[in-house]
């Protein structure tokens, strides 16, 4: 017993002069590590409601559509520091619509409307004029639109058809052959002017003759009813999107294959995302926050360091200039990353 007090002794004794030639006490050795720095910061002034979609314009002005409040666009001109609102989308006093979707087609902002109408604006917003309607008697709902390098600006009317103008919008007649009784999620168009639809129950389209003719795309193999929420084209071989069960890429006339190697449990509801200007794609989710992983690379990791996951639904994300991430959420506001 000697020999073993003795012993402890002298490892008491070490101990403490390690301690003090590293001029350390015991209480900063069992400190923490001090909290990491979060990479995300709430902006002020989009307080409630869903953040159905977020776009920058050519000047870097960000522009809002809230599905709370769909009379006009927000917009911010300095990233979310202040705000404004849009002219509303209306022809008199007899007629205010509700935005479902906007585009911008050279410095021209376009607003599609539920009810078939389609407004331009060419001052950033502070004047709507009515261009066209589209749609038909039943089917009214202008979901989504985009715009082609060559100019052409598309408009997926929910249920009935996607249109097209070849005068930024003046007028518009239906694609070719309509794709029918579809629910249209998402549009893409690449720098060669081919064009992707996504549709509710795992249903995607390419076009490659300006939408006379469409063809259908596989369906994601044991997703077949999986939603597609958002895509994106980066040269000319490989598509990409994000569904309600992660993430999947679609090579030429191959298969959707999944790539949700990093993403918690295997899989997760992805319903944004965004490519940066050195190859890094951003995507947002459902829960579990904001993943990014390298273009053609396919490995997702998590940058959520000041985002409480629990409570944050991410239905929009956009890109400015300088590469900074912007999140919409429902009932959490706007998020943007501090880099």
């Given at each position: 017993m000697k020999v073993i007090r003795t012993r402890l002794l002298l490892i008491l004794a070490v101990s403490l002069v390690i301690l003090a030639g590293y001029g350390c006490s015991e209480e900063e050795l069992i400190e923490p590590d001090p909290p990491v720095d979060p990479v995300w910061e709430r902006i002020q002034g989009i307080e409630s409601g869903a953040v159905s979609d977020m776009q920058f314009d050519s000047q870097d002005n960000l522009f809002v559509l809230l599905d709370s409040d769909r009379k006009w666009l927000y917009h911010s001109p300095d990233y979310g520091n202040t705000w404004a609102v849009t002219d509303s989308v209306s022809i008199d006093t007899t007629y205010t619509g509700r935005i479902s979707s906007f585009c911008f087609h050279g410095d021209n902002l376009l607003a599609g409307t539920r009810e078939g109408k389609l407004f331009i604006s060419d001052d950033g917003g502070n004047t709507f004029n009515l261009l066209d309607s589209i749609g038909s008697s039943q089917m009214m709902d202008i979901r989504h639109m985009a715009t082609a390098p060559n100019g052409n600006i598309y408009a997926a009317v929910?249920?009935?058809?996607?249109?097209?103008?070849?005068?930024?919008?003046?007028?518009?007649?239906?694609?070719?052959?309509?794709?029918?009784?579809?629910?249209?999620?998402?549009?893409?168009?690449?720098?060669?002017?081919?064009?992707?639809?996504?549709?509710?129950?795992?249903?995607?389209?390419?076009?490659?003759?300006?939408?006379?003719?469409?063809?259908?795309?596989?369906?994601?193999?044991?997703?077949?009813?999986?939603?597609?929420?958002?895509?994106?084209?980066?040269?000319?071989?490989?598509?990409?999107?994000?569904?309600?069960?992660?993430?999947?890429?679609?090579?030429?006339?191959?298969?959707?294959?999944?790539?949700?190697?990093?993403?918690?449990?295997?899989?997760?509801?992805?319903?944004?995302?965004?490519?940066?200007?050195?190859?890094?794609?951003?995507?947002?989710?459902?829960?579990?926050?904001?993943?990014?992983?390298?273009?053609?690379?396919?490995?997702?990791?998590p940058v959520n360091d000041g985002l409480a996951l629990m409570e944050l639904k991410i239905i929009s994300l956009a890109i400015d200039m300088n590469d900074r991430i912007y999140i919409g959420t429902v009932d959490n506001g706007i998020w943007h990353s501090i880099w």
């Open positions: 929910y249920g009935h058809a996607i249109y097209r103008s070849e005068d930024g919008g003046q007028s518009w007649e239906s694609s070719g052959s309509s794709i029918e009784n579809k629910d249209f999620t998402s549009i893409e168009v690449d720098s060669n002017g081919r064009i992707y639809l996504g549709c509710w129950a795992g249903d995607s389209y390419r076009s490659t003759d300006n939408a006379q003719t469409w063809e259908p795309l596989e369906k994601i193999e044991d997703y077949e009813l999986a939603t597609i929420t958002s895509m994106e084209k980066e040269g000319n071989d490989l598509l990409v999107c994000g569904f309600t069960e992660g993430f999947a890429i679609y090579r030429g006339d191959s298969n959707w294959v999944i790539k949700n190697a990093g993403f918690p449990g295997g899989n997760s509801d992805l319903r944004c995302m965004g490519l940066t200007s050195d190859g890094t794609l951003y995507v947002g989710t459902i829960y579990d926050g904001v993943y990014r992983t390298n273009w053609d690379e396919w490995v997702w990791r």
